[in-house]
């Protein structure tokens, strides 16, 4: 999709489809009032004022009426979305209600459509909070961008009806703050697309996306963003002792991928690198397919565990974009991916493994590999120098039952780094929730046979025994953990998304490192 911001009136521009945004103002008070439209244009207003006053159309989030033919403007549709209720109106709603706008102009075949750029100042500040230009255009790209794919590459009968052009249009008016509202728009245009591209990885098939073709990915997309890429396969492993990784990877005749990728920040003219700098390693769990190994997962269901790559999709994602955007701090991308499989040669229960930090552990269930890859690459990560690491996971279906598919679980070792995360989530729009791993949960992982165990000594808290065995390998340094199993695969179509892959963590990982540059 090609997309453009243009400052000229929205009422005369020559479109298929314009879309312009409305919001709940009743509070409950007197009468309910009518819906209220953001924009400051008489000609729009008084092109919807008939419908509006009818009462058919109450704003409510992803709700939409289109109106053929309206009068007085030149588009040959307008398009009304909703976007709940005033008061708590926020990004995130401009983001669904530019993707609710591009969802409903796909089945019926409008390839170019235009939405007119949210003005908050048509209501007064009773009814709503500013919000900043460059955060509504960021927004707006986003939603837009991230509601064009339906991931049916794989069906004969597919129509593409991706959009060719979407338009924001912004008032002459607004022109005051349009390097803000542009340079939201670019930023908005950059991470979208990294997280597009992650989507697109996870929803390959497992006989498609080997760990091998993962790593052809990952290497093809640093070469084109100028990032330095190395994919290392069962030698490496060996050689860097990644006992753990190893393991898991032994029951697939698929060879297991180690991507490193990695940006550096460029120096300042004369300038020397500060020597305190820090370093992120961001470290994705990228199993390409999940059986279980010889403790074998049921059948039902299984096929969805060609997704249990979402965590190493998120770190390809986020690099890409870190590629884009040049952000002034050094960061490692890194990939542990390997295919967890039932086989002669596979890990079995009751066998001990030495991860690279030197660790013996006792698999206790195959299935709980995830945490075995991840061990070895947040210990490979902290002896590349890295002082700050984040990991994403499709880690433990205990996490799931915890949190549902609206929350990530959020976990970390060092406060003033949560607090860091979660001051960008605002930014991201993503939900995530912390759950505890404290000392207290220590005991759980504790092996008679070997130094810790892949698995909790009993059911409970799976999602946090998963991570403090991570926070074994992780030790002192900042860290935090976000399982994301049950964000990482959308079930139900919604108005502003399809169903498929969410390409969940890319946007908050993206701007957490972001947050630490100058
Ligand atoms: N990949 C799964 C976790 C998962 C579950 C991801 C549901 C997405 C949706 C992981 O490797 C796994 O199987 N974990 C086990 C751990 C258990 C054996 C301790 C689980 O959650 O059941
Ligand atoms: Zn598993
Ligand atoms: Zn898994």
């Not at 991931?151 to 060719?164: A, F, M």
């Not at 190493?312 to 701090?329: E, F, N």
Request: charged fraction near 25%; hydrophobic fraction near 45%.
């Amino acid at each position: 999709m090609d997309t453009r911001l243009l400052f000229q009136d929205a009422d005369a521009f020559v479109i298929p489809m314009l879309a312009v945004f409305a919001v709940d103002v009743a509070t409950g008070k007197d009468a309910t009032p009518l819906p209220a439209l953001l924009t400051t244009s008489d000609t729009i207003s008084r092109a919807a004022e008939r419908v509006l006053s009818s009462g058919e159309f109450k704003a409510s989030v992803g709700e939409t009426l289109l109106l053929h033919a309206p009068s007085g403007i030149k588009a040959e549709r307008l398009l009304l979305v909703g976007l709940g209720k005033a008061k708590s109106l926020s990004v995130d709603e401009i983001r669904k209600g530019a993707g609710t706008a591009v969802r409903t102009a796909k089945p019926r075949g409008f390839r170019d459509i235009a939405i007119a750029f949210p003005e908050d100042h048509a209501l007064s500040d009773e009814h709503l909070e500013d919000l900043p230009c460059a955060l509504m255009s960021r927004a707006l790209v986003e939603g837009a961008e991230l509601a064009d794919p339906d991931y049916d590459i794989y069906r004969s009968d597919r129509v593409d009806r991706s959009l060719r052009t979407l338009t924001v249009i912004a008032r002459e008016a607004e022109k005051a703050t349009s390097a803000e509202t542009i340079a939201g728009f670019e930023e908005g245009r950059i991470i979208a697309a990294a997280q597009n591209f992650a989507r697109d990885l996870v929803n390959e098939p497992g006989n498609v996306l080997t760990p091998t073709e993962l790593g052809k990915r990952a290497a093809s997309m640093c070469a084109e963003v100028g990032l330095a890429c190395e994919v290392h396969s069962t030698e490496k492993l060996h050689e860097l002792k990644m006992g753990a990784f190893w393991a898991v990877s032994q029951g697939s005749p698929e060879p297991p991928a180690l991507i490193v990728m990695t940006y550096e920040p460029k120096l300042e003219k004369g300038g020397s690198p500060q020597v305190d700098a820090p370093v992120f390693g961001l470290v994705g769990k990228g199993i390409t397919f999940d059986t279980g190994g010889i403790s074998l997962k049921p059948g039902d269901g299984m096929e969805k565990m060609k997704y249990d790559m979402a965590g190493a999709a998120a770190m390809i994602g986020a690099m890409r974009a870190i590629a884009q955007l040049k952000p002034s701090v050094k960061v490692i991308g890194i990939v542990c991916s390997a295919e967890n499989m039932p086989d002669g040669k596979a890990f079995k229960p009751g066998d001990v493994v030495t991860a690279m930090s030197g660790k013996t552990i006792e698999i206790i269930n195959t299935d709980a590999e995830g945490r075995l890859v991840l061990a070895d690459g947040l210990h490979y990560a902290k002896t590349l120098g890295c002082t700050h690491l984040i990991d994403a996971a499709t880690l433990t279906g205990a996490c799931v039952v915890a949190l549902g598919k609206d929350n990530v679980g959020l976990f970390s070792n060092d406060d003033d780094t949560f607090i860091q995360f979660l001051s960008v989530l605002r930014k991201s729009g993503e939900k995530y929730w912390r759950l505890p791993c404290t000392d207290d949960y220590r005991e759980q992982i504790k092996s008679q046979i070997a130094d810790i165990m892949n698995t909790g000594a009993h059911r409970w808290a799976g999602a946090i025994t998963a991570a403090m065995f991570l926070k074994e390998f992780a030790q002192d340094t900042p860290w935090l953990h976000l399982d994301i199993a049950g964000c990482a695969w959308i079930d139900e179509q919604r108005s502003w998304i399809a169903k498929g892959p969410s390409g969940i963590a890319v946007r908050s990982i993206v701007e957490w490192v972001r947050s630490y540059a100058t």
